[in-house]
């Protein structure tokens, strides 16, 4: 895969996976203010925000570019569905977002269809919140 620039200009990211009865996880990284955010849908006593250590926002950002993350993004965007996604019978849905140093973001999300490499995602994601983000 060839390296994608944009992914050093990311600022802000949001992930954000939820259930058709309602739970769900969503994770932010502010990046700028080193910060990670936690809700959990499932256990509201379980939300929160804490520093993102300099080894994981290195963790996060050396390996942000190989989950593709942008690329299938943009390819759910552009209705790539076949090449990017897999369905799934679970109606259970994703959103995401991302914030560029440059002030552009972008949007994707999609319902009963997962990218393909969600889990090289998934599997950072947890790395970095020591939290499991896998739907009940």
């Given amino acids: 895969m060839k390296e994608d620039g944009r992914y050093k200009m990311i600022s802000f990211l949001e992930v954000e996976i939820s259930s058709f009865a309602g739970g769900g996880y969503k994770v932010r990284y ?6 990670i955010s936690w809700n959990d849908g499932y256990m509201w006593n379980n939300n ?33 569905l076949a090449k990017y996604g897999a369905p ?6 994703w959103r995401m977002c991302v914030k560029f140093d440059d002030g552009t973001d972008l949007v994707a999300s999609h319902a009963k269809n997962f990218p393909k490499d969600w889990i090289l995602l998934i599997d950072l994601i947890e790395a970095t919140t020591e939290c499991r983000f896998r739907l009940r």
């Fill in 48 to 80: 929160f925000m804490k520093s993102l250590t300099p080894e994981k926002l290195d963790l996060i950002k050396d390996e942000l570019p190989g989950t593709g993350m942008l690329e299938w993004m943009e390819g759910y965007n552009a209705g790539k």
């Fill in 30 to 35: 502010d990046f700028a203010r080193r910060l």
């Fill in 88 to 93: 799934t019978a679970n109606p259970s849905s």
